[in-house]
Nanobody, 121 residues
Framework: QVQLVESGGGLVQAGDSLRLSCAAS????????MGWYRQAPGEQRELVAR???????NMADSVKGRFTISRDNAKNTVYLQMNGLKPEDTAVYYC???????????????WGQGTQVTVSS
């Protein structure tokens, strides 16, 4: 199996910074795209940022200039550096990875359990 474990969430004030981490482990042969999504209460889950295995990124307009996504392929880990946090960034943040497991030809999406980010005004 494959597990994604997030860390780094918390309660901060507007303007503060947080860094989220997500480590993938298990029977991993290769990881393609990795990304971060978020879901606020009563809202649909939305894309925050994605990064390819080569480092190309796609950022939501609402976080451009404030958030940065990066990854360490050797550690199967993706990061989300969040600067200039706003109350509207409050949500549960989920890690996502497109993974090919050992002894398979299929690519499957895996999700972390989520980490809460709360930004007070």
């Amino acid at each position: 199996q494959v597990q994604l474990v997030e860390s780094g969430g918390g309660l901060v004030q507007a303007g503060d910074s947080l860094r989220l981490s997500c480590a993938a482990s298990g029977s991993i042969w290769s990881i393609n795209d990795m990304g971060w999504y978020r879901q606020a209460p009563g809202e649909q889950r939305e894309l925050v940022a994605r990064i390819t295995s080569y480092g190309s990124t796609n950022m939501a307009d609402s976080v451009k200039g404030r958030f940065t996504i990066s990854r360490d392929n050797a550690k199967n880990t993706v990061y989300l550096q969040m600067n200039g946090l706003k109350p509207e960034d409050t949500a549960v943040y989920y890690c996502n990875a497109l993974v090919r497991r050992w002894s398979t030809d299929n690519w499957n999406d895996y999700w972390g359990q989520g980490t809460q980010v709360t930004v007070s005004s």
